[in-house]
Each structure stands twice: as structure tokens, then as C-alpha cells.
């Protein structure tokens, strides 16, 4: 996948010098950001939870990339930016907001859909692990199988007790037969959203390689 490579590339060390302090997530959600409207570096920054230096850098390496464009109204995103993201929302949905429940471990959780990943994922304790790697407090990973959204490894339904949650996973990410949603958790939300990314793109990674 030519998107997920992309990402990789504007994430490695591109010049001499430190590694950036940034990771694939926060390209992710600064190509999203930079796609609904042109954007300073200052706005980006504080979106993306990013000291200004840092987003300076991650701008370079955008720009280097041909990702964005740089003018007096903003950054804003490059046609070729633009398939880009496309290419990795045909794999992996924007975030979305969800209550906290028994099924979440933090105060904030922002849920992502991954489409057709479930071969690779065992426990969720891969998910779980990506998610607490960048600050979060953890990940729940849900498997829909058989129209339901099971646990993995247990095939069980996970939220026969917390019908409000269901609804909103369903009729907001439309999972499909083997896809998964992974739920960040963290004690803020751009850390639950980060996490769930971070998660999501590690899972795409894999299934692509089974």
C-alpha cells in the first residue's frame, strides 16, 4: 500500500540531524486536519498536541513529500496529498467520539474502523500495546463477526450490555463482515485519537502482509 509507505517516509529521518519527534499517527491526522481547511503552522500545532518546532518539521518533511502546499492562507493539501489520504481511508476510517462504558478503560475513547483486518489480530493485546506506546491508558479491539462485534479470541458478544455503544459503533462506522474497530482510551481525547490511529495503522500494516 503506496499510502502507508508515504507515511513512512515523512516519519524517517529525512536529513541529518535527530529523528523527528513525531510519529505515522500524527501525519495521519495532520493530512485529515489540513484536508477539511487551509491551516496554520500555529493551529496545526496545537491540534496535534505538537510543540512548534516539532510542527515545523513535520511541515518540511509534508512539503518535501509533495503532500501539501505552503501560501499566505495556510497549508492546505496537495492533489497528490489528497490520494493519499484517500488511499488510507479506504483502510482506515476517521475517529469517532464514543461514552465512556465498561467496554473502554479511560475518560476519553475515540473509536476507528479497519477494514477486512481481523485475520491477524489475536487477543487485542497488539492494539492494546500500540495504544499505551503513545501515552494512552489502553485499546479495546472488536471483531464484526456474524453481525455482531465480538472480542477477539473470545467470540463472544462484547456489548450485549451496553446497547447505546453498539448503535453508535454501528450506525457510525458501518462495519462490515471481518472488519475491526479498535477503541483508544486515553485521559484526553487527541491521546485517545492518536492511540486508535497509531493501533489501526499497525493492524493495516500486518493484514497487508498475511
Do not use: W
Not at 511541515?59 to 495556510?74: D, N, P, Q, T
Request: hydrophobic content about 40%; proline content about 4%.
Amino acid at each position: 500500500m503506496k499510502a502507508l509507505e508515504t507515511l513512512e517516509r515523512v516519519a524517517g529521518k529525512v536529513a541529518p540531524g535527530p529523528l523527528p519527534s513525531f510519529i505515522e499517527a500524527h501525519i495521519l491526522m495532520a493530512l485529515e486536519t489540513i484536508s477539511l481547511r487551509a491551516v496554520g503552522r500555529a493551529r496545526l500545532s496545537t491540534i496535534l498536541g505538537l510543540g512548534e518546532g516539532v510542527t515545523r518539521t513535520l511541515i518540511r518533511h509534508l512539503k518535501a513529500e509533495g503532500l501539501i502546499e505552503v501560501s499566505r492562507l495556510g497549508i492546505t493539501l496537495s492533489e497528490s496529498g489528497r490520494r493519499v489520504l484517500e488511499e488510507i481511508r479506504s483502510k482506515i476510517s476517521s475517529g469517532l467520539k464514543v461514552p465512556k462504558s465498561p467496554l473502554t478503560v479511560g475518560t476519553h475513547n475515540v473509536a476507528v474502523l479497519v477494514k477486512g483486518a481481523s485475520k491477524p489480530v489475536r487477543y487485542g493485546v497488539e492494539q492494546r500495546d500500540a495504544a499505551i506506546k503513545v501515552g494512552a491508558e489502553g485499546a479495546t479491539t472488536l471483531i464484526f463477526k456474524d453481525n455482531r462485534l465480538v472480542l477477539p479470541g473470545v467470540d463472544e458478544e462484547a456489548l450485549q450490555d451496553v446497547e447505546s455503544i453498539y448503535r453508535i459503533l454501528i450506525s457510525n462506522l458501518k462495519p462490515e463482515e471481518n472488519d475491526v474497530i479498535i477503541i483508544g482510551s486515553a485521559k484526553d481525547e487527541r491521546t485517545a485519537e492518536l492511540a486508535a490511529k497509531t493501533a489501526a495503522l499497525k493492524l493495516t500494516k500486518c493484514s497487508l502482509e498475511e
